[in-house]
């Protein structure tokens, strides 16, 4: 199984002249702004794209190539790729943050658990590919370790919620749902293990029942 089938020398550019620079509310402003904005979703786009293909770890020649531009280029809109990758960072948190706020449904808080495991699969399907990536590069960059970490700190956050406080006290069994609830067993079940989504989250929430039924 691929990574994308469980969801998805530097130089920097010389900065222009400021006195070459036309008017703002000029249209060749306008058009240079325009150009340098889809330039730079291109750049965004193309190590996007790399990652969910399944190469972790893009440098800046092959986002340069799947972008079709210069790699100068690259570095004229990023100063390096940890600006890059802060970059991506901040679109990731636009897709996640929506999935988190959905109400979660159910009489009891074991309905609400089994319901946010089920929501959070879907996002793991979907995120499968950065999260990886995210784990290749955390030792190496400052941004994406703080990304990681802020996933993880939701997570818990939202087991906090969730669960009453006997269990959140609990610290066995709020480590072990936290961990199973997580993104690595996610990509473990679906791309070690070889399983579908259906399946993986079959291995989820029987995981999930015999934990919650230990606290009746």
């Known amino acids: 199984m691929k990574v994308h089938d469980l969801v998805r020398t530097d130089s920097p550019a ?23 904005v ?14 969910y293909e399944g190469c972790l770890s893009p440098t800046a020649e092959q986002v340069a ?11 004229r809109h990023f100063d390096d790729m940890e600006t890059l990758y802060r970059e991506i960072n901040s679109d990731l948190e636009a897709l996640v943050m929506p999935m988190l706020s959905v109400r ?8 609400r658990l ?11 399907d979907r995120i499968a590919a950065m999260h990886l990536a995210g784990e290749v590069h955390r030792h190496e960059s400052p941004a994406v ?3 990681v970490m802020r996933a993880v700190s939701r997570q818990r956050e939202l087991l906090m919620r969730i669960l009453p406080a006997p269990i959140r006290q609990n610290t066995a069994i709020f480590e072990a749902l936290d961990l199973l609830m997580s993104p690595d067993t996610w ?6 293990q070889q399983l579908s989504a259906e399946q993986a989250l079959d291995v989820v929430r029987l995981g999930v029942n015999a934990l919650i039924a230990t606290t009746d």
């Open 104 to 111: 979660l449904v159910g009489n009891t808080w074991q309905d």
């Open 65 to 75: 190539e799947r972008a079709d531009i210069g790699l100068r280029t690259v570095f």
């Open 187 to 192: 990509v473990r079940l679906r791309r070690d």
């Open 114 to 124: 089994l319901h946010c495991a089920q929501l959070g699969s879907e996002l793991h």
């Open 14 to 36: 010389l900065e222009p002249s400021r006195s070459s620079e036309p008017p703002a509310d000029s249209p060749k402003f306008d058009g240079r702004v325009n150009r340098s």
């Open 38 to 51: 889809v330039t730079r979703k291109k750049i965004v786009t193309a190590l996007t794209a790399l990652i």
């Open 145 to 147: 370790a703080q990304s």
